[in-house]
């Protein structure tokens, strides 16, 4: 049986996580590893220790590799991070025939061209994704063999810091393994939260990590949008922690056992103690301080999205907002969305095919990795070799 | 590195070098680097002795193989590769083996091949040896003959026998007729059979002297001898009265001592040159060479019949 094993990386502020997969035939995969481990090192997405960062993130591939018993040469990263930008890039060029039908030779130009803008110095792109084709203007969604002047090609081209890049790079390549793909952290969970109908309806994807938010809009079935937002469940959790003046840990407890994003009027009178356990020196406060704290700072992180998105782009959102990640599970975050970008939200549930336990949507940018990898894989034919010297070296190594 | 990898402008990061500068941060990446260096080694030294397995069992098999080769060739005796000294040929040879058809070149008896040679009396020597993979090398060394002997036993025909130099009796084959009928007769000589063949006859080396001298010095008297006897030949040291008696066409009978042949033919050839030149040489009865410096012609008188003896110096 032909097969492929593919890992998926994402180290996030909260926590690494590795999954392995199999991906057999070229069409089918089966997730056989998964590794989550506490992140140290890492700070808004970005590492601050490398050594630290390295150190969780390869015990998470082993972890990963032992539970799956499989061994990973190469791996797709996600990258997250504020150093990220996305830039739309559009390039034209003149059919070349003379017949004016377009041929592949045009449109490996144009996407070239649109690939190769310049960016500042210090900067290297992390991803193209492809929008559309235009021929003479109209949008068309394979341009080969049609008649035409000129031919257009739009990419959504995310550009990051290099020396972050180099960073990521050097933690994976430090454990022997190739980065065979880097996709950004929205593009990732967005694929796998959302149906293509939702993208081509026109979806907004919010992952709200730990320390930032990730975001991408989906209009036509491409992506038109993605952001990182510097704000994620630890600023909610430092808001009430500064906010009630209780320790991190304290506040991390009320904002997951009572917090709420909006005031809910129903009980916002009702005290809690801060602590609990009847400890001395606890206090109670009003739950509507806490959902005050909580609600600012929601209101703040989607109005910073809304902020990045047009009004135009807000309303072509046919499908809604879908909220993903692991601080989306704070309580009526959805309404407080709504409040503020005034749109259709749920809240994201990982595909039926994924284990119950990575049903959770802070598995979503690694599952999405993993979908990402099997999209890649599948138009080439399976690179697994079965062959005896293969499974020899395999064996060895 | 970096510095010089910045100034090339990266457009993606594709273009960063994931292979240059991987320093193993942490225990367990070092720990995973070892082993992959382990097993790189080990792989190494598998793939080696793998290597030097193969090489092995290549030499074994080809040492194997041709150890078959010889087996599978040596099936069959395809060709006898035959030499001589002499006049045997290579047809008589087979004729004379008569070894099986399709004889297994190992089924070979070497050593009753030679003894079979050897027992023919002609053949002097034999050297047999195989030549892989399938020809049988049999060099032989012949007799020369130098008399030849008359035999009858009982009442059957008689028989023609050669006599080579070493005394050995044999019935030639092969010769020519005309050289054959030159040699001379061997007569007075008891012969003993053993076996099939005859004992070998003592002293011949000494009469052979006698007709390889006349054969070479003085080939026209050696023309006209008929026959030896040795009637009177002892070939025993110190047997001073040994004589051997030569019949000749010309000159009657001409009587030979055992002691410096080329001397006494000298002699003789004076003689018969003076009998010549008198054409007296048809009336020599005998002429008798073995006292020392002289010699006895006894002539025969054509008118009465009487001797007359004459004594040459």
Known sequence: MNSKIVGAIEIGTSKVIVLVGEIIRGNSLNIIGVSEIPSIGVKKGEMIDLKAASLVTHEAIRAAEKSSKATLDKAFLAQTGSHLMGIQNTATVKVRSADNIISASDIQRVQEEAKSKELDAQRVYVNHIRNFFKVDNKIVENPIGMEGQQLSVSYWSISGDVNRIKDSLRVINGFGLEVENMVISSVASGSIVTSETERKNGVLVIDIGCGTTDYVAYK?????????????????????????????????????????AVIDDSDKEEKVWLIGGRTIGDRNVKRLAIYQILNARAEELFGIIKKQLSPIEIRELSAGVVLTGGSSHLRKIDEAANNV?????????????????????????????????????????????SGLFHRLAKMLF | MEHREDKKRLSSWRDIDQTKGHRSLTPIARWKKLQYYGKLIGSAAIVVCCVLGALWALRIVQIKSRSIRVEGVTQILKRIDFETDGILTGQWCKDFLKLPESVPFMDVNLFQVKTQLESFGQVRSVVVERQFPDTLKIHIEEYRPVLRIAVKEDSKPAQLFLISKEGIVYQGVGYQREIIGKLPFLTGVPLNKVGNSFQRLEGMEIISRLISLANIKKPHLYANWKSLSCEQFDHRVGAEWSRIRVSTKDVGEVIFGTQDFSEQLDRLDFIVKNLKASQKEGRVEYIDLSTDTQAAVQLTSVFTGKKQSQVRQ
């Open chain 1, 341 to 385: 970008l005034n749109a259709d939200i749920r809240l994201a549930e990982n595909p039926n095919w994924a284990d119950s336990e990575l049903r959770d949507p802070k598995y979503s940018t690694a599952l999405g990795l993993l979908h990402y990898s099997l999209k890649t894989n599948n138009p080439h034919l399976p690179e697994e070799q």
């Open chain 1, 220 to 260: 036509d079935g491409v992506v038109i949008k993605t952001g990182v937002v510097p704000i994620g469940g630890d600023h909610f959790t430092n808001d009430l922690s500064l906010g009630l003046r209780v320790n991190n840990k304290h506040a991390e407890k009320l904002k997951l056992e009572v917090g709420k």
